[in-house]
């Protein structure tokens, strides 16, 4: 009898075990299942499919974060390294509204876009991205040898086997900036080192957070439009101007048949915790946790604003990447303390990797797949 019951006890457990197994393959299965389904029939890229209206949710799946120290030995912008604390930050993932944004692939992108050429040209927003997309990229194929390499204000990643390109030149204003006897001279509208954006496959523009710059920070001297030179003007005025140059320079230059045009869209920063309905926040320091929900509390980004109309007058030559939103509801995003590891200066601009970029670029490889 006693046997009996332990034979049973045995024969159940079993049975139990089995059923387990089996509904997590076919959980497995039908995530996969998804995953392929919403590629192949989804509303990716349909009119009501929004990827830039959503929420950050929590996964504590093993997809999240999609990278590492240990998987990314490259890594920049590393706030684990310099010293965070707290990790939950890691484990958020963006969620559309209105549309699934498929897993990150990388090794589908390598193979889609072998022989080809991706350039991030801005400021440091514009780095925070391409350093995410080399580590999302690198860590899907681990195995296979990379080159880095630096030439003046040019950094090339390559993946020789795949025969794929990523670069990142930096231009924080994309118009021209000279040195003349008076001073650094920036020209609202010109440009005329542009040369190397014609013979890429992919672009991925952005500026805005130059524009703001003052005291130190500031890397002019004054703004030149025409025969017109002045030390200072609104700030938002002269950033209209310049995106307003590089737009007619795209529409004159950029064969769009050809290559792919892309605008980072304004990333937001968080210095004023009453934006958020936290006055005791001076700014992102010791942020944890994102805005709950799709909707900012705070003002309406001004450089969004400018940075819609300007792009909209393309058309569908450039396709927006519309991250101010997802970026404002991120207040714990930010390197802040951790930019380094001597902690003396407070980063609410740039972002941890892993962490928001990852999002930017996810939406990216969607928008991709969709065309």
């Keep these: 009898m006693e046997y009996w019951w332990f034979g049973s006890m045995k024969n159940g457990l079993l049975s139990i075990m089995v059923l387990v197994i089996l509904s997590a393959m076919q959980l497995v299965s039908s995530r996969d299942q998804r995953f392929h389904d919403d590629i192949n029939h989804s509303n990716i890229g349909q009119n009501n499919c929004d990827f830039f209206d959503g929420s950050w949710v929590m996964d504590n799946s093993s997809y999240s974060p999609l990278y590492n120290e240990n998987s990314c030995p490259f890594i920049g912008f590393n706030c684990l390294k310099n010293g965070r604390p707290d990790k939950d930050y890691l484990k958020y993932i963006w969620k559309p509204n209105a549309c699934y944004l498929p897993r990150f692939n990388g090794g589908d992108m390598l193979k889609r876009y072998r022989g080809k050429k991706i350039m991030f040209v801005g400021d440091s927003l514009s780095n925070n991205m391409w350093q995410s997309l080399t580590c999302m990229l690198y860590t899907s194929v681990p195995k296979t040898i990379y080159n880095l390499t ?30 003349e006897k008076i001073g650094r001279v920036l020209k ?87 934006e958020w309905g936290d006055p005791k926040a001076k700014n992102c320091k010791g942020q944890t946790e994102p805005i709950e929900g799709s909707k900012y509390p705070g003002p309406t980004h001004p450089g969004e604003v400018i940075v819609k109309s300007v792009t ?25 303390i951790y930019a380094t590891t001597n902690k003396t200066f407070v980063d609410c601009s740039h972002w941890c990797l892993p962490g928001v970029p990852d999002a930017w670029n996810e939406i990216l490889c969607a928008v991709l797949l969709s065309s």
């Design 188 to 274: 609202l509208d010109s440009i005329s080192d542009g040369n190397g954006w014609e013979k890429v496959d992919m672009l991925i523009f952005n500026t805005y957070h130059w524009w703001t710059h003052t005291g130190s920070f500031k890397t002019w001297d004054y703004f030149q439009v025409g025969d017109k030179i002045v030390k200072e003007m609104d700030r938002l005025v002269a950033f209209k101007i310049a995106l307003t140059t590089w737009a007619k320079w795209i529409d004159s230059n950029i064969d769009t048949s050809r290559t792919r045009v892309f605008y980072q869209g304004v990333s937001a920063v968080h210095l004023n915790g009453n």
């Design 312 to 336: 909209s007058s393309l058309g569908k030559k450039v396709y927006l990447l519309d991250i101010t939103l997802l970026t404002q509801l991120r207040k714990d995003g930010h390197p802040s």
């Design 150 to 179: 630096q030439s003046g204000w040019l950094h090339t990643f390559s993946f020789p086997e795949y025969d794929v390109t990523i670069m990142f030149q930096q231009n924080g204003f994309l118009v021209d900036m000279v040195e």
